[in-house]
T-cell receptor, first 111, second 111 residues
Framework: GQQVMQIPQYQHVQEGEDFTTYCNSS?????IQWYKQRPGGHPVFLIQ?????EVKKQKRLTFQFGEAKKNSSLHITATQTTDVGTYFC???????????FGGGTRLMVKP | DTGVSQDPRHKITKRGQNVTFRCDPI?????LYWYRQTLGQGPEFLTY????????KSRLLSDRFSAERPKGSFSTLEIQRTEQGDSAMYLC?????????FGPGTRLTVL
């Protein structure tokens, strides 16, 4: 079945530093979704990328979809303590009826 | 608040007992999903409904697990003869198309 790998597993940063998490698949993806899960919370949808090479921004967050549609990244500029949580990428199975999640990157921000 | 509600939020049970969880999706969403999440991992897909039809089931869903969505609105997930390995967070999500909105989850502890 479809698998998505995410690195790193954990990242500690000082507040104000940048952060990036990477998502890779061995197969071409129809789209990639990103979710954020706060400690003790549930996954919250952030964005969906569909087009090859697509770049989308949400304030300090920049999302990219690779040209080959096999990888994606999420970059946070100037992290804040409110960015703490686990960031997951997820790929759907082309039919939109199931998501395969990566293992997540847990971000910790030191004030 | 995504609008998806789950009940109960926590369940502690003894090994061998049956448990049932309920999910109420966002009202206009025809798609409903169940996932399981263990500590430090991403959510794992269990099953998917479109309206009242169960269209997809993961191999993770053993014979002890059954899910229903009788009127195409709320859904129930039942686990029979619970085992300690069933301890996890059970997440429900709903969608109109591809973006999935997650509920707060039911945390199951099997003693």
């Amino acid at each position: 079945g479809q698998q998505v790998m995410q690195i790193p597993q954990y990242q500690h940063v000082q507040e104000g530093e940048d952060f990036t998490t990477y998502c890779n698949s061995s197969t071409t993806l129809s789209n990639i979704q990103w979710y954020k899960q706060r400690p003790g919370g549930h996954p919250v949808f952030l964005i969906q990328l569909v087009k090859s090479g697509e770049v989308k921004k949400q304030k300090r967050l920049t999302f990219q979809f690779g040209e080959a549609k096999k990888n994606s990244s999420l970059h946070i500029t100037a992290t804040q303590t409110t960015d703490v949580g686990t960031y997951f990428c997820a790929a759907d199975n082309n039919a939109g009826n199931m998501l395969t999640f990566g293992g997540g990157t847990r971000l910790m921000v030191k004030p | 608040d995504t609008g998806v509600s789950q009940d109960p939020r926590h369940k502690i049970t003894k090994r061998g007992q049956n448990v049932t969880f309920r999910c109420d999706p966002i009202s206009e969403h025809n798609r409903l999903y169940w996932y399981r999440q263990t500590l430090g991992q991403g959510p794992e897909f269990l099953t998917y409904f479109q309206n009242e039809a169960q269209l997809e089931k993961s191999r993770l869903l053993s014979d002890r697990f059954s899910a229903e969505r009788p009127k195409g609105s709320f859904s129930t997930l039942e686990i029979q003869r619970t085992e300690q390995g069933d301890s996890a967070m059970y997440l429900c999500a709903s969608s109109l198309k591809y973006t999935q909105y997650f509920g707060p989850g039911t945390r199951l502890t099997v003693l």
